[in-house]
């Protein structure tokens, strides 16, 4: 079992940076691919960036590459997803989940609550 907590979020301009973080309870965070996703009101769950459990792989929607970078801290039970260059597309609630390496978010069994990132224009 693995309980997520998202961090970071908020109102930033367009062009400015966040840094999310995702924070893991139990003892076996490092065994988990931990991914970002997001929604947006009215659209579908999007895959942001995922990182496998001891950080060697890494991948990232094309709308992201460049601008976002996804890491991670196992001795903290931590991934962190750096933004930088934001644009109002951006704005959605951000939510981090646990399990196998995947690109899709479903199959994934263990999500936090979210946390809200909007870009004003």
């Known amino acids: 079992q693995v309980q997520l907590v998202e961090s970071g979020g908020g109102l930033v301009q367009a062009g400015g940076s966040l840094r999310l973080s995702c924070a893991a309870s139990?003892?076996?965070?490092?065994?988990?691919?931990i991914g970002w996703f997001r929604q947006a009101p009215g659209k579908e769950r999007e895959s942001v960036s995922v990182i496998s459990g001891s950080g060697s792989l890494t991948y990232y929607a094309d709308s992201v590459k460049g601008r976002f970078t996804i890491s991670r801290d196992n001795a903290k039970n931590t991934v962190y997803l750096q933004m930088n260059s934001l644009k109002p597309e951006d704005t959605a609630v951000y939510y981090c989940?646990?399990?196998?390496?995947?690109?899709?978010?479903?199959?994934?069994?263990?999500w936090g609550q979210g946390t809200q990132v909007t870009v004003s224009s």
């Open positions: 989940a646990a399990g196998s390496y995947r690109f899709t978010h479903t199959g994934y069994p263990y």
């Open positions: 139990g003892r076996t965070f490092s065994s988990y691919a």
